[in-house]
């Protein structure tokens, strides 16, 4: 089984940068493809963007694609999520979660193994 911890979540200002960790732990070597997510309070949660395990490919929603950047370090088993320009629409509680198969998929329910999340609060 594998276990992920999420850490790096806060209060930043409209325009601040943030950088969330997803540390894996137990069975690493079973994961294909990482993801993060993130649920808003009364919102459905939602694919922030993905990773496939060797770091080849990644894939963003179109909402952040450009301001959020998702890596790897596999040393450390742990992946990173660097969000530049944050704004209000941004504040949630980000999910990292990760899947066997080595397919980048961007619904919740493709992927079996999540963390307790991490809660990142835009506002001025």
């Known amino acids: 089984q594998v276990h992920l911890v999420e850490s790096g979540g806060g209060l930043v200002q409209p325009g601040d940068s943030l950088r969330l960790s997803c540390a894996a732990s137990?069975?690493?070597?079973?994961?294909?493809?990482l993801a993060w997510f993130r649920q808003a309070p009364g919102k459905e949660r939602e694919f922030v963007g993905g990773?496939?395990?060797?770091?080849?490919?990644?894939r963003y929603a179109d909402s952040v694609r450009g301001r959020f950047t998702i890596s790897r370090n596999t040393a450390k088993n742990t992946m990173y999520l660097q969000m530049n320009n944050l704004n209000a629409e941004d504040t949630a509680t980000y999910f990292c979660?990760?899947?066997?198969?080595?397919?980048?998929?961007?619904?919740?329910?493709?992927?079996?193994?999540w963390g307790q999340g991490t809660q990142v609060t835009v506002s001025s």
């Open positions: 137990g069975r690493t070597g079973n994961i294909g493809a």
């Open positions: 990773i496939l395990s060797g770091g080849s490919l990644s």
């Open positions: 979660a990760v899947r066997r198969l080595r397919v980048l998929e961007s619904s919740a329910s493709e992927f079996s193994v």
